[in-house]
């Protein structure tokens, strides 16, 4: 958790990949507690704007929270959270989570779905906000590090392929 801006607006940092494991024996009960701390917290956090960055880099599937909990999530968010949200920032979306939000567009609402916004990389997100203000997780750094490792490599295999290039001539 961090502040941005003059106003000292919340920047509430969510990173999946600490969450419990779906086949825990008590998940549901510790996912529906979760919720609610979360929720508790962001009551006494937020009285202006605010941002929720969702890192889901380095989530292994079976971490990754259900559509269902989600749907519950937004259903139980305060009216005045929703409205004060400004923007939901995933960080390395998953196929997953980019298929999860488009089967749900429809029941969500358009003013909600302006505010997610998509993030590739730590570099895109630090164009976004101040990240001096914000934890991010090692292990979020190094997916990131790999990723435009992989990403690089791919780039200067395309441009070393002859006909590649000729086609880009």
Known sequence: TGYYGDGLNAIIV????????????DYNYVMENLFLYVISTLELMVAEDYMIV??????????????????????????????????????????????????????????????IQYVHTLAELREIIPMEYIQIPDSIVKYDEEKCIKRRMRT??????????????
């Not at 969510?14 to 024996?25: E, G, H, R, V, Y």
């Open 14 to 25: 969510f990173a999946a990949c600490f969450l419990p494991d779906s086949s825990q024996t």
């Open 54 to 115: 969702y890192l889901n880099g380095a989530t292994p599937r079976r971490r990754m929270p259900g559509l269902g909990w989600m749907k519950k999530c937004y259903q139980m968010i305060d009216r005045r959270l929703r409205k004060n949200l400004k923007s939901f920032i995933i960080v390395h979306p998953s196929w997953f989570i980019r298929t999860i939000l488009a089967v749900t567009r429809p029941f969500i609402s358009s003013k909600f779905s302006s505010k």
């Open 156 to 169: 200067s295999c395309l441009s070393n392929d002859p006909e590649m290039t000729s086609v880009e001539q």
